[in-house]
């Protein structure tokens, strides 16, 4: 149709067509046309019809049976339509819908896979990042001092009786024998003053081989003894070291699953203060021993191949 600039009148009726581009007519012939005819021709209203769509909705040619005979053939729920109804927002936003469709079905799934692996592995995370944050800043691990106490004394001594028991009979029988004298760390003897009480326990233990507790109802129930306790257990965790000894001034903890394990696993570091004079050498000898020998020498060998 190129340089049919007097035509007027072109009829396209009831023909095969489906797409009409903008390729199709020169602009100068088409809108000189007075009466177009595209009824009865299958129209497929895609995104390819856009163009075809808005020239027909601005054009001032007369199309005749537009509203009702130029339809749709396709696709889905545009059959039988009108052509002039097909949506051109839709079509022109398709990139921005699928752009906003990938960033949230990014943002739910990244969201998903946070929560899980927060749920899972936090931790792991947490020590990861700032174990290389203390490497990039150069931080090192301190090299612990040698123990310089052969053991760390827990005991209430808020106790009178306790106290008197821990400065006459324990440290009389540990600290002042010729035999074997051993170098025991007391809170109220060796603990740096205005220091804070937790450095001071936990440089207690760590500068000492063992860590003796002396139990009584009264302690076990304070914060004092399950701090205490804590960080000696910590040891084993972090040292493989087992440097508790269990003292037990009165019957408590009898059903303690805990000290039930510790006597076969370990009995030689669970004591009991005897009522009878007449075995009191033989305690502070077991208590000698324990403190000289590692507790993991001590372990019942049954158990430990069990384990």
Not at 126 to 148: E, F, I, M, Q, V
Request: proline fraction near 3%.
């Amino acid at each position: 149709l190129r340089g049919a600039f007097k035509l007027r009148y072109l009829d396209l009726s009831s023909n095969k067509i489906e797409i009409i581009k903008r390729s199709s007519f020169p602009e100068n012939v088409i809108n000189n046309l007075e009466m177009l005819l595209l009824h009865g021709n299958p129209f497929k209203c895609n995104c390819e019809a856009v163009w075809f769509v808005w020239w027909i909705n601005q054009t001032q040619v007369t199309i005749p049976l537009l509203a009702t005979d130029v339809t749709c053939a396709g696709p889905g729920a545009h059959k039988g339509r009108s052509v002039v109804f097909l949506d051109l927002y839709t079509c022109q936003l398709d990139t921005s819908y699928l752009i906003l469709y990938a960033l949230s079905a990014s943002t739910v799934l990244g969201f998903m896979v946070f929560t899980v692996m927060s749920h899972l592995y936090f931790w792991d995370v947490w020590y990861s990042y700032h174990y290389c944050t203390a490497k990039l800043k150069g931080y090192r691990r301190l090299s612990l001092p040698d123990a310089c106490y052969d053991a760390f004394i827990a005991y209430d001594n808020e106790d009178a009786a306790v106290n008197e028991w821990v400065l006459q009979e324990l440290v009389e029988r540990l600290e002042n024998q010729k035999a074997r004298q051993f170098n025991l760390c007391l809170e109220g003897r060796d603990w740096l003053p205005g220091q804070p009480v937790f450095d001071n326990l936990s440089q207690s233990i760590q500068l000492s081989k063992k860590t003796i507790f002396v139990l009584t109802n009264r302690y076990i129930k304070s914060g004092s003894f399950k701090t205490t306790f804590y960080m000696a257990h910590q040891r084993l965790l972090d040292d493989k070291m087992d440097v508790i000894i269990l003292i037990f001034l009165e019957k408590v903890l009898q059903k303690s699953r805990y000290v039930r394990l510790r006597k076969r696993l370990c009995r030689s570091s669970v004591l009991e203060w005897p009522t009878n004079p007449q075995s009191q050498p033989y305690f502070w000898q077991c208590l000698k021993n324990a403190i000289a020998t590692s507790n993991s020498l001590a372990y019942n060998k049954l158990l430990q191949e069990t384990v």
